[in-house]
């Protein structure tokens, strides 16, 4: 496992915004693609954002518009910034990496989460 660490959730009002970071550590020669997910109470965990390691960006439609990932391959970490957060953004948001380990290809890794929370 290569341990990814999430930083930035808290409780905000609507139309506020957050800056959600993840970094990963470890051991590994490459990190590929990262990813963003959420999971609300009682419901499965939805794609929010991906990055490749090339750049190439894909949104769920929930948030295009309003949400954007970036990503910083020195430092291994990857960005969400949300803008204009709504009620419905309420969630657990989960980092997701695909990384080369030494003798394992390409296996993906997930992080603990963090509380994201809008307020009405």
């Known amino acids: 496992q290569v341990p990814l660490v999430e930083s930035g959730g808290g409780l905000v009002q609507a139309g506020e915004s957050l800056r959600l970071s993840c970094a990963a550590s470890g051991r590994f020669f490459s990190i590929g693609t990262m990813a963003w997910y959420r999971q609300a109470p009682g419901q499965q965990r939805d794609l929010v954002a991906r990055i490749t390691n090339g750049g190439s960006i894909a949104y769920g439609d929930p948030v295009k518009g309003r949400f954007t990932i970036s990503r910083d391959n020195a430092k291994n970490t990857v960005y969400l910034q949300m803008n204009s957060l709504k009620p419905e953004d309420t969630a657990i948001y989960y980092c997701?990496?695909?990384?080369?380990?030494?003798?394992?290809?390409?296996?993906?890794?997930w992080g603990q989460g963090t509380q994201v929370t809008v307020s009405s």
């Open positions: 997701n990496a695909e990384c080369w380990l030494v003798g394992k290809p390409w296996t993906d890794h």
